[in-house]
């Protein structure tokens, strides 16, 4: 049985924490798609809803034409990373059929997860509103881009305005520095993580109360809160704290400093006076090094610029790897920037990427959990969904519709 | 509501914030000279002091502290006893105490491990994250105020309330092991999905054309705004409309997005003149009121009184000790909650009643005092 006491789905005996749960997934692109991922790998049944006649952007690799992939290698590889492990079923929301059928299975799913703009699903009658009397034990997250309350609700955004309006891209480099961003969509994995945490709560509190709840999170909520400190003492101070590039508070001298070859660095953070010695004797104890004023943290912070441009005369010399090598091996902090390609590469490369267990098109790895769990297991990476390839099966494990039904509705043009 | 023992690190930290916002009871157990996250600036009151750091005022809101010397083998009996009585623990390695010691003193306890061997510069370089942040061809930097370590902390939080979650409906504890190492690298998995399926390698991309050829952020009179200009063709007519620029107006080809790639450089010089006659909320409310995704670029100082944060009561006013009723920073869980979080504690703040709640009576306290416990 699931938690709903409803039939068991296919995934409920494998001792995963969300066995036996499941998620109607109404999101698109990342934000929403990334939770439930998330919820995917730890077990729950999360059933796309798709739509075959307006397929996501994202999910087809022929954007332009708007075409129906048909296949998983007509989904771009970055759809076939984020939707792994889950289950598609097209729906037609535009009609009546499709949006009652999206009501039946509302109704028998523990989560569902949206991540339209406000207004949407409430215009299809799908809202938390619609939803919460045919399953009041439903937990319904909505996750929006500022909520769907507030002046701001009806507010486009986007990962880059979102890394603009929470102060990521002002507190992020040097005092005099633009605006500074990051190349992935940070906003996205900050809302996701934040759903699927409150999701497991609600579960965890509906387990005792018996109650759904209607989550309606804001992504910009979700970024600001990473930014909590420097917001709390922008409220009490009533000024900004000063943007800190690559320095530390209290540890000195640390940067990201050039290496031989362009647009080559290094990362060194020395975190103690003793590694400081070590570095000193790494470099081959210059005369520099021996200053006074650098024996304490306070001093070699006070003298920090001088102490970059002395230390960046030494690692512009070397390649990086060999500026990180000279450093560990003396026990003081560095790390070379690697890009994506040295990331992967060599035996001490990235951990949380796995090779697909069923590699289809697309990209040969997909992003595993950083976590395990010793006596629960998380769910193998599945790959993900065709269009629409399990629509007849859902159909049939949740709502144990018959073929007759299910052709009924595709004759009302409910199931495209 | 379950009860969590919190001995994490800063990159651990945001976690048990999150499970105090959603009504948890939270400890914080100390050592006697306070956690590090105390001394970490800036400070409330920009003056150090062990109680008004920004980053343990935030991060501890809603937990209480035990403080103990984490030294003395008397204190140890005391964490145990405590352990005894939590649903979870969340830890940084190394443990301070054995975990076989720690299941033994309670076996369905939910006991996560958080793996970190690196400094915070150091780790985000080796995962990939700082060859995307910056501008093109200059120093990578860090993201800012450690925000990193709020991430790894939110990946610690699922973690945690997933195996809470399995352990109310079985009844069993488990040791989660949670690899900050990892969770940094899982940020970059679009730039592994690019280099694994096109053999693309992503870089940094400062501030312009992260999205659609034209995107990115221009200056105004008080700072900078941020804008998408839309991929279709449609969006693009609405925008000139708009916009009102000769030149961009006079170039019938820029409706097609590649073009307007391949004249960005002409296209953000127009921009950047005509925007810098607006302030930031005035050019923004009216891109939004003509659906282009437009936003200012703030400073946390702008934020402070920010009407959506206000309405929705993300800022939420409160009794604090030492400032007064502020517009506090409820968080993005917590304030869908509806919990009221209690101002981060005194260090020991809540020494006698825990101690009192454990059963140790004025004879057992004085034996931890004369053990060097407390």
């Given amino acids: 049985m699931n938690h709903h006491g409803q039939s068991a789905s296919s995934n409920e005996k494998d001792g995963s924490p969300l066995a036996g749960t499941r998620v109607l997934d109404f999101t698109h692109v990342l934000a929403g798609p990334f939770c439930t991922r998330l919820l995917a790998d730890l077990g729950a049944d999360v059933l796309k809803v798709e739509s075959a006649t307006r397929p996501e952007r994202l999910g087809s690799r022929k954007t332009s034409a708007g075409a129906a992939p048909r296949t998983r290698e007509d989904r771009a590889p970055s759809f076939l990373n984020t939707n792994r492990s889950k289950r598609s079923i097209t729906i037609n929301l535009k009609t009546e059929a499709g949006r009652l059928l999206a009501r039946r299975l509302a109704g028998m799913a523990d989560i569902v997860v949206e991540n339209f703009s406000a207004s949407v699903m409430d215009r299809l009658q799908l809202g938390y509103g619609d939803l919460q009397p045919l399953n009041p034990k439903l937990i319904y997250v909505s996750m929006s881009g500022f909520g769907h309350s507030g002046p701001r609700k009806s507010w486009t955004s986007m990962n880059m305005n979102l890394q603009a309006y929470t102060g990521l891209m002002m507190v992020t480099g040097e005092e005099k520095d633009p605006p500074t961003a990051i190349a992935n969509s940070w906003n996205d994995y900050m809302g996701g993580l934040h759903a699927c945490f409150g999701i497991l709560q609600a579960l965890t509190q509906r387990a005792k109360s018996g109650q759904g709840t209607n989550i309606d999170l804001s992504q910009f909520e979700c970024s600001v809160s990473t930014f909590g400190p420097l917001l709390l003492s922008s409220i009490v101070n009533g000024s900004t704290a000063p943007r800190l590039g690559n320095r530390s508070m209290v540890a000195a001298p640390q940067g990201v400093y050039r290496c031989e070859g362009a647009d080559e660095w290094c990362a060194i953070s020395v975190q103690n006076d003793e590694q400081w010695q070590a570095f000193a004797s790494a470099l081959g104890n210059p005369g520099w090094a021996r200053d006074d004023r650098f024996a304490t943290v306070q001093g070699r912070m006070d003298a920090h610029d001088e102490l970059d441009r002395l230390i960046e005369s030494w690692t512009s010399r070397l390649p990086k790897k060999e500026v990180q090598r000279c450093l560990k091996e003396a026990g003081v902090p560095a790390e070379r920037m690697r890009r994506i390609n040295e990331v992967l590469e060599g035996p001490d490369g990235a951990q949380v990427f796995h090779p697909w267990d069923d590699p289809q098109g697309g990209s040969t790895l997909t992003t595993g959990v950083p976590f395990s769990f010793s006596s629960s297991l998380l769910s193998r990476l599945r790959p993900a969904p065709v269009l629409g390839e399990h629509t007849r099966d859902a159909l049939n494990d949740w709502l144990g519709l018959t073929e007759v039904e299910v052709r009924e509705l595709e004759d009302q043009g409910g199931l495209v | ?374």
């Fill in chain 2, 1 to 374: 509501m379950a009860r969590i023992i919190d001995m994490a690190a800063h990159p651990a930290v945001y976690a048990a914030r999150l499970l105090a916002e959603t009504g948890n009871e939270v400890i914080r157990i100390e050592s006697s000279q306070g956690d590090s996250l105390r001394r970490l600036g800036p400070y409330l009151g920009d003056k150090p002091d062990l109680e008004k750091g920004a980053y343990h005022q935030f991060f501890n809101a809603g937990k209480q502290s035990l403080k103990l010397n984490l030294e003395a083998p008397a204190a140890r009996r005391v964490v145990l006893d405590l352990i005894g009585t939590a649903d979870a623990l969340i830890a940084s390695s190394p443990l301070l105490l054995e975990e076989s010691e720690i299941l033994e003193a309670n076996p369905r306890l939910v006991l996560i491990k958080v793996i970190n061997d690196e400094p915070e510069l150091c780790a985000v370089a080796r995962s990939g994250l700082l060859a995307l942040t910056g501008h093109p061809g200059q120093r990578p930097v860090l993201l800012g105020g450690h925000v990193v370590y709020a991430a790894t902390g939110l990946y610690v939080s699922v973690a945690a309330a997933g195996a809470l979650f399995c352990s109310q409906l079985t009844g069993q504890g488990q040791v989660v092991e949670v690899s900050i190492r990892q969770c940094l690298e899982s940020f970059v998995e679009q730039a592994m999905v690019d280099y694994t399926s096109w053999g693309q390698v992503t870089e940094r991309v400062g501030y312009r054309g992260a999205i659609t050829a034209v995107s990115g952020a221009f200056p105004c009179t008080d700072g900078y705004w941020m804008v998408s200009v839309p991929q279709s063709p449609d969006g693009w007519g609405k925008f000139v409309d708009w916009v009102q620029d000769p030149v961009l107006s006079a170039d019938a080809s820029l409706v097609d997005e590649a073009e307007r790639d391949a004249k960005k450089d002409l296209i953000v010089e127009r921009l950047g003149m005509w925007s810098k006659g607006f302030s930031k909320i005035e050019i923004v409310t009216e891109a939004q009121k003509r659906h282009v995704p437009a936003a200012p670029v703030s400073t946390p100082l702008d934020l402070v009184d920010d009407p959506q944060l206000k309405a929705r009561g993300f800022l939420s006013e409160t009794d604090h000790p030492d400032f007064g009723r502020i517009l506090f920073p409820l968080g993005a869980i917590g304030s869908l909650w509806g919990n009221k979080l209690n101002p981060a504690p005194s260090l020991g703040q809540q020494n006698a009643k825990i101690l009192a709640e454990l059963g140790y009576k004025e004879a057992d306290i004085q034996e931890l005092v004369e053990g060097g416990a407390l």
